[in-house]
Nanobody
């Protein structure tokens, strides 16, 4: 049975860092395309970063150079290192499994975790 659980969120001051972790059960992350979305208050979820089975990574323009997605095959986890955080990074961060094609990542319905809250104070 699939289960995706995120952790590592919290309250941090602007300029600080957080590391989010996504633990997956029921799937093997190295055989799946994995991504992180965030949902800011009152907005639709937006893709933040993803990593493909071929280790292709891509990031939203707003986080390039500040966020790093990685995968630990031994632990079956996916992480998101977030540095130089700003108030605009506030939101609920969700880990998900997706499809990849044409240079785009498409999260699968029903393959999302509940999310972890990230709040960045100015």
């Amino acid at each position: 049975q699939l289960e995706i659980v995120e952790s590592g969120g919290g309250l941090v001051q602007a300029g600080g860092s957080l590391r989010l972790s996504c633990k997956a059960s029921g799937i093997i992350v190295r055989f799946n395309h994995m991504g992180w979305h965030r949902q800011a208050p009152g907005k639709q979820p937006e893709v933040v970063a993803y990593i493909t089975v071929s280790n292709i990574t891509n990031y939203a323009e707003s986080v390039k150079g500040r966020f790093t997605i990685s995968r630990d095959n031994a632990k079956n986890t996916v992480s998101l290192q977030m540095d130089s955080l700003g108030p605009e990074d506030t939101g609920v961060y969700h880990c998900n499994v997706g499809d990849y094609g044409g240079g785009e990542y498409f999260p699968k319905a029903g393959y999302w975790g509940q999310g972890t809250q990230v709040t960045v104070s100015s």
